[in-house]
């Protein structure tokens, strides 16, 4: 059941690309839809939040950073996702990976192995290559190239601050942070930064007339029935299988958006893509079996 949630999970988010530029095509603008889709299930989750605020209400600095790094990431995928190039924006997101080795090391004190070691060469190669090659150094990064890669980085960044609030957890008198108190976190912040991103972009909301009515309808249903459910079920899955085989099942998110974006968008996978591709693809298997417990460590905590 976890493999099979979690994987679900990774086909929405693998093609949460559709419904952006499709709401983005039909004259909502990007960082509306995002309000909306992020505010939603902030709203429905909070009762369950508030519920829980025992466990969270000392741990106020954790909850606020997690929602700045998870909030910044979750918009600016978004946004990469709706004006960028679908294929670039996903492999360039899914360079976390490194980016977690890094925080970890930097945060955590975690060893950096020769697998994870081999890992990180990869990753920057894939990355020279989806970026361009050669001609990498040619010309500065686009804005879509960056809110891509900090999205990433954001993503690495909070997993790491969620860790290691469960290692202080473990050491002191609080125990993890409830998932819907970090979900309502994270959502809330998320759809703060998109009214920022409207706010910078001088967009004003979209006046929805009866005949619009469907364009609101498409709204709610994309945060009550595919962003919702896609975080409940990525955390479902995390949380109940091992680090290592989560983090591989997550790379069906990568895989779907870039054969759906080749496939249904008309979006071109140059060789420069292919290459670049492969080699974080690699690089984030490699990440995720140097975080798997050994056979003989037994079932996971």
Known sequence: MPIAVLLAGSVLWGLFWWPLKALA????????VQLVAYALPALVLAPWAWASRAAWQNRLGLLALIALLGGWANASFASALTHGNVVRVMLLFYLAPVWTILAARMVLAEP????????????????????????????????????ALSSGLAFALTNVAIRAGHDSG???DHGELPESARAVAVFAACALFSAGFMFAAGEAPPAFAFETSPLLLALVALGLFWVLPGTLATYYGVARLEAGKAAILLLAELVVGVVSAVLIGGEHL????AVGGTLILAAAVLEARSEAPPASAGAPA
Do not use: C, N, Y
């Not at 095509?25 to 509306?32: D, H, K, P, Y």
């Not at 990753?123 to 686009?142: D, I, S, Y």
């Not at 140059?270 to 893509?273: D, F, H, N, S």
């Open 25 to 32: 095509g039909a004259g909502v603008a990007g960082s509306f």
């Open 112 to 147: 950096i192995t020769p697998l994870r070691l081999a890992s990180l060469a990869l990753a920057m190669a894939g990355l020279a290559f989806t970026l361009g090659g050669p001609q990498l150094f040619a010309a500065p990064l686009g804005a879509i190239d960056l809110l």
């Open 170 to 172: 473990d050491q002191g």
């Open 270 to 273: 140059g060789l420069k893509e």
